[in-house]
Each structure stands twice: as C-alpha cells, then as structure tokens.
C-alpha cells in the first residue's frame, strides 16, 4: 500500500502564494501520473493539474498561468507552486498519484485545507 502526504496548505490573503508537497511513502512504485484535485464546500473534486512521467502537465482553466506542477517521478513527490491566490480557490488540496504497472492503482493524499481570504 502507498500513503501520500500533503503539506503547504493554510490560510493565505488574495494575491499571495502557497506551495503544495505530496510525498508518496513508497518510491518504489513507478508513478505514471501525479497531480492535484481540489475540493470546496458543497461541491465536486475537481482537477487542478497534472504532470506525465514525461514532462507534459495539464491545468484546469481557472489556474491556468497561476499555479504550476512539478515532479520528481524518481522520489514520488509532487508540488503545486500556487501564486495570484483567489478567495474562489479556497478548497482542500488532494494530492493524487497513479500507476500503470503492473495494475493500474491509483492513490490519495488525506487533503490540506487551503483558504484564501478577500
């Protein structure tokens, strides 16, 4: 079993900046994907971003040229560097990372409260 950890979270004035970690206590699984998801009060999980073991990362629309995803696919470990903070982007941060070999298994952090205020 793999457990991930999220740290960085915590309360943040609009216009400041906040950076998300995710470590995978396993490095010994080789992750195909690693991203985050958030989650705000009365609504879904909703992707923030993403990262390919290859490089490639996709981003939800409302970060877009705000936050930006980093990995290191050798270690498991992920970082969300989130700059320009909204009030709207109040949510718990999930960290989640997945792997293709030899079964597709996926994996969740226990979330890290963000909260920005106006």
């Known amino acids: 079993q793999v457990q991930l950890v999220e740290s960085g979270g915590g309360l943040v004035q609009a216009g400041g900046s906040l950076n998300l970690s995710c470590a995978a206590s396993?490095?010994?699984?080789?992750?195909?994907?690693m991203g985050w998801f958030r989650q705000a009060p009365g609504k879904q999980r909703e992707l923030v971003a993403i990262?390919?073991?290859?490089?490639?990362?996709t981003y939800a629309d409302s970060v877009k040229g705000r936050f930006t995803i980093s990995g290191d696919f050798a270690k498991n470990r992920v970082f969300l560097q989130m700059n320009s903070l909204k009030p709207e982007d109040t949510a718990v941060y999930y960290c989640?990372?997945?792997?293709?070999?030899?079964?597709?298994?996926?994996?969740w952090g226990r979330g890290t409260q963000v909260t920005v205020s106006s």
């Open positions: 989640h990372q997945k792997t293709t070999w030899p079964s597709t298994q996926e994996y």
């Open positions: 990262i390919m073991s290859g490089g490639s990362t």
């Open positions: 396993r490095t010994s699984i080789t992750m195909s994907t």
